[in-house]
């Protein structure tokens, strides 16, 4: 499963790619608006930042097929080949989708709710469908049931899209379609943090050091010790 980074905040990503293994960053307009700077300012630090290698993936605005596909090719032009547009999975998005996999640019379907969604988005030819797993808890539905099914839709049809679940708020989400072997999960850098938050780890970790020290004499390593 990739781990991709859900925020477009420089300075977390930076931290976060220093610890974490990361394979991307996604952003969504109310991530952009919540950080403030104007959009392709700041993606194109994240681009810098992370390289060609890396995915990026960026959502159009417009409503409409026309307004979808300008946006697309902008966003391409701006920021790279290997970046993935996000297009809502709507009527409109829907033939977006099937007119920008033609011309060979790289699709993620998002705002997905529900399994039919990704099957015609996968059908479609988009690369990743996006079910945003901890909105479709809210909304009484199971999420992480949700992005399983569509797994299963996508394996049993032959479909080479993968699932990137996204809208996560805890750890246990994660692992739950990590061991389902789903394609991606992008998840906010403080859901990313709990993923390797454990006290029982720092616990174990300090009474290491204490038994050392009482052996070899305070503050020292196995770099001085004889
Ligand atoms: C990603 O594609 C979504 O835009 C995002 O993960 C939604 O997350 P939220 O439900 O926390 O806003």
């Known amino acids: 499963m990739k781990l991709i980074i859900d925020d477009v905040n420089i300075e977390k990503i930076k931290d976060v790619f220093s610890i974490f293994p990361i394979d991307g960053v996604t952003s969504n307009p109310s991530i952009l608006y919540k950080y403030g700077k104007q959009p392709y300012e700041i993606l194109r630090e994240i681009r810098e930042f992370i390289g060609e290698n890396s995915e990026l993936h960026v959502q159009v605005i417009s409503e409409s097929s026309e307004g979808m596909l300008k946006e697309a090719h902008k966003i391409i032009k701006e920021l790279g080949k290997n970046t993935y547009v996000k297009i809502p999975v709507t009527r409109e998005g829907l033939k977006v989708i099937k007119i920008l996999r033609k011309e060979e640019i790289n ?101 290491f050091k204490k038994d050392f020290e009482i052996l070899c004499g305070q503050g020292n390593t196995m770099l001085n010790c004889r």
Do not use: W
Request: proline share 2%; aromatic share 6%.
């Open 107 to 207: 699709v993620t379907a998002t705002a997905i709710y529900t399994q039919m969604q990704a099957y015609l988005a996968g059908k479609a030819g988009a690369q990743y469908a996006a079910p945003y797993v901890n909105r479709i808890d809210n909304l009484g539905a199971n999420g992480v049931q949700v992005a399983k099914d569509i797994h299963d839709i996508f394996e049993k049809n032959n479909l080479k899209t993968e699932v990137l679940a996204a809208s996560f708020k805890n750890s246990q989400q994660v692992l739950e379609l990590c061991k389902y072997g789903i394609g991606a999960a992008t998840i906010s850098p403080d859901v990313i943090e709990g993923l390797i938050k454990n006290a029982c780890v720092d616990v174990a970790v300090e009474n």
